[in-house]
């Protein structure tokens, strides 16, 4: 067995590992002791399903007489939790904790389902014992960032970017195949029946693409496509669960007919994480778990699937009772169709909440560490994590899907950037494991480099691409969607001036860029009765928006307004209002305060963008907003763009692709 960190893996392991020996009633490890004890007064009762299903489950009664059931029949007392992967001593399924099923332990016989291996799917290729993708070679030019990549077309998903540990003999040109089991396949089959031909086969590349079990870093979303792709990344998901599961049961056989035989345990049985849960989902406000849930619940249809406490989360997870969303429930153009897409429903940003996967059905609210599935915003989820003071939960998670990164970067980004520090870390405690199933590379310690990442976002920042470039550490690879953008639209007639800051440094940037403003733009503007008066400052980040703040307090004579995501209602109708009639000349405006609030401003007629918006739809609409008076003509408004080499992917969004390269080296548009 590897060991690496200079020794931390192993001390953390010897940790566990005597941690566990010291605690009473825990399970036993050697082969010796293998043979479940036997209980007084107990008869077997045998199932003995027909022989196209082969089946058999060996569950302890009470005394009675044996009774044989046929495939087309259920026994009764057999309880859905039978399917559980919550493995006692030796391979032997217990009750679930928390819930009663019965008093007895049982043992499951797989069915031909669960017993056939395949040692080409790609589940067992990468996330098996023996994982065929994983080698010392690869780690290393993963901790190297010695990527080799390679452009190339996939599909629905256009351009990409490949990245590869190995040498990449040619630009990838066509998708792996989908690997999603067939009992699976029928609810999105027939869904896709009903949907247009490119949405479907949008779904169908994405499910491909998913099947290399590559990262994948989707860098522009299209508000009508973002509910198909969910679903097809959760039917992946789902294909995980279940393949994970499957691998737990049949070895669960295994070890229960040695038992029986008396023949040694078999050794290759490491089929799990040091805890249950395997997928992570973070997403932004509570509705967006609401939508995740639906894209799950569309592979599970009833009768064949139970959803337990489904109205508790749609009740918590939802509106209250009686309340109107007065987006969603707005006339078509009230509001920019983003926003209402981005916050309708609840859009409280601190929760979490954990699902069990059974065969049949889909728990929520699950404890943690007895689930399969964590639905949780960043805040919610570091705030459990520091109330608990540990994130063992986090320390076997195989799937790691972030949606709607672009609202995240309106957040606190700190808190996803702590949350991926957690990730994939050896657990403080030993949660009753069984160490003789947990896979090698778990032991040593190198799970984060088979842990596949699947991230979402209507456009791309400095921020998220440095979580891809750094944080992502798949050996089987990753990918990049790359689009081309057009120039944004503004109102006929109006000309926007760009000026660029001079600086080499990313860490000289914001000093360089409020130098420029404060002595050569802002007193040049102060000069000019016009400019003086009637001027929005728009300021992207919330640090630059802060100093800026402090130095027209501090340092500029002339009244001015604030509009902050701080600002309370009050607050923002009286700044809207003593801008508008002219009591202040000047007006700051925060990109996280447009963001949340979207208000539409009268009274502008210059505008100074400190720095181009990430959002670039925001750049048309408050070059849009003068006209919302009454005799503006494109002549009265003044527009000046503030930029440096280091905003390349917000000019991008604002001036088309072909351009940008123009501005960046002081070309004028």
């Given amino acids: 067995m590897a060991i690496d960190r200079g020794g931390e893996t192993t001390t953390q392991l010897l940790t566990l590992l005597n941690v566990s020996?010291?605690?009473?009633?825990?399970?036993?490890?050697?082969?010796?002791?293998?043979?479940?004890?036997?209980?007084?007064?107990?008869?077997?009762?045998?199932?003995?399903?027909?022989?196209?299903?082969?089946?058999?489950?060996?569950?302890?009664?009470?005394?009675?007489?044996?009774?044989?059931?046929?495939?087309?029949?259920?026994?009764?007392?057999?309880?859905?939790?039978?399917?559980?992967?919550?493995?006692?001593?030796?391979?032997?399924?217990?009750?679930?904790?928390?819930e009663c099923t019965s008093n007895s332990k049982q043992i499951v016989s797989l069915s031909d389902e669960y017993s056939s291996e395949n040692n080409t799917d790609p589940y067992e290729t990468h996330f098996g014992p023996d994982s065929q993708v994983l080698s010392e070679n690869k780690r290393n030019a993963v901790d190297e960032r010695a990527w080799k990549t390679s452009k190339g077309a996939l599909g629905k998903l256009g351009n990409v970017v490949e990245y590869s540990t190995e040498e990449a003999a040619a630009a990838a040109k066509q998708l792996p195949q989908i690997s999603v089991l067939d009992r699976l396949k029928g609810p999105l089959q027939e869904k896709q029946e009903k949907l247009p031909k490119e949405l479907a086969t949008l779904q169908n590349d994405l499910l491909a693409m998913l099947s290399s079990y590559k990262d994948l870093y989707i860098t522009r979303t299209a508000l009508e496509t973002q509910q198909h792709a969910r679903e097809a990344i959760m039917l992946h998901a789902l294909n995980h669960i279940t393949k994970k599961r499957r691998r737990v049961l049949k070895n669960n056989e295994r070890l229960s007919n040695a038992s029986k035989s008396g023949a040694e345990p078999p050794e290759?049985?490491?089929?799990?994480?040091?805890?249950?849960?395997?997928?992570?989902?973070?997403?932004?406000?509570?509705?967006?778990?609401?939508?995740?849930?639906?894209?799950?619940?569309?592979?599970t249809p009833s009768p064949s699937y139970q959803i337990e406490n489904r109205s508790r989360f749609e009740s918590e997870y939802g509106l209250p009772p009686g309340a109107i969303d007065k987006l969603a429930s707005a006339e078509p153009g009230t509001y920019p169709k983003d926003h209402v897409e981005m916050f309708k429903g609840n859009v409280d940003d601190s929760f979490r909440v954990g699902v069990k996967m059974t065969r049949k059905s889909i728990k929520l609210f699950a404890e943690f560490y007895g689930g399969d599935i964590i639905f949780a915003s960043p805040l919610g989820l570091r705030m459990s994590i520091q109330k608990e003071k540990n994130a063992d939960f986090l320390s076997s998670i195989e799937m790691l899907i972030v949606d709607q990164m672009?609202?995240?970067?309106?957040?606190?980004?700190?808190?996803?950037?702590?949350?991926?520090?957690?990730?994939?870390?050896?657990?403080?405690?030993?949660?009753?494991?069984?160490?003789?199933?947990?896979?090698?590379?778990?032991?040593?310690?190198?799970?984060?480099?088979?842990?596949?990442?699947?991230?979402?976002?209507?456009?791309?920042?400095?921020?998220?691409?440095?979580l891809f470039n750094h944080n992502l550490k798949n050996v089987a690879g990753k990918i990049r969607t790359e689009r081309r953008w057009n120039p944004i639209a503004v109102p006929e007639g109006v000309q926007p001036d760009f000026d660029q800051v001079d600086c080499i440094s990313p860490k000289d940037e914001p000093e360089k860029r409020f130098q420029y403003f404060t002595t050569q733009l802002l007193p040049a503007i102060l000069k000019s009765a016009v400019?003086?008066?009637?001027?929005?400052?728009?300021?992207?980040?919330?640090?630059?928006?802060?100093?800026?703040?402090?130095?027209?307090?501090?340092?500029?004579?002339?009244?001015?307004?604030?509009?902050?995501?701080?600002?309370?209602?009050?607050?923002?109708?009286?700044?809207?209002?003593?801008?508008?009639?002219?009591?202040?000349?000047?007006?700051?405006?925060?990109?996280?305060?447009?963001?949340?609030?979207?208000?539409?401003?009268?009274?502008?007629?210059?505008?100074?963008?400190?720095?181009?918006?990430?959002?670039?739809?925001?750049?048309?609409?408050?070059?849009?907003?003068?006209?919302?008076?009454?005799g503006v003509e494109p002549s009265d408004v003044m527009c000046k763009v503030i930029y440096s080499r280091y905003d390349i992917m917000r000019l991008e969004r604002i001036a088309g692709s072909e351009n940008v390269g123009r501005l960046i080296h002081r070309g004028m548009m």
């Fill in 21 to 98: 020996a010291t605690r009473a009633g825990k399970r036993k490890w050697t082969a010796d002791e293998a043979k479940p004890s036997q209980k007084l007064n107990k008869r077997r009762t045998t199932v003995q399903l027909e022989e196209s299903s082969a089946v058999t489950l060996e569950v302890e009664t009470a005394p009675g007489n044996p009774e044989t059931i046929k495939a087309n029949e259920e026994p009764e007392h057999v309880d859905e939790e039978e399917e559980e992967i919550i493995v006692g001593e030796h391979g032997v399924v217990e009750d679930a904790p928390g």
């Fill in 268 to 299: 290759d049985v490491q089929d799990q994480g040091f805890t249950r849960p395997s997928i992570l989902v973070l997403l932004p406000f509570r509705s967006f778990a609401l939508r995740w849930l639906s894209a799950l619940t569309t592979h």
């Fill in 406 to 466: 672009d609202a995240l970067t309106m957040q606190n980004w700190e808190h996803v950037q702590f949350i991926i520090s957690q990730m994939n870390q050896m657990p403080k405690e030993s949660h009753d494991v069984d160490f003789s199933r947990i896979k090698p590379w778990y032991l040593d310690g190198h799970a984060a480099y088979l842990r596949q990442s699947i991230l979402l976002t209507a456009y791309e920042t400095p921020d998220t691409r440095a």
């Fill in 531 to 630: 400019q003086s008066v009637n001027t929005v400052v728009f300021i992207p980040s919330s640090f630059d928006f802060i100093r800026v703040h402090n130095h027209f307090r501090k340092n500029v004579g002339v009244p001015f307004a604030v509009l902050s995501e701080y600002s309370s209602n009050q607050d923002i109708s009286r700044a809207r209002q003593a801008f508008f009639t002219g009591r202040k000349s000047f007006l700051l405006v925060s990109e996280r305060f447009h963001f949340f609030r979207r208000y539409k401003i009268r009274g502008i007629r210059n505008l100074i963008f400190y720095g181009p918006p990430d959002h670039p739809q925001f750049y048309t609409e408050f070059l849009s907003y003068p006209f919302l008076d009454d």
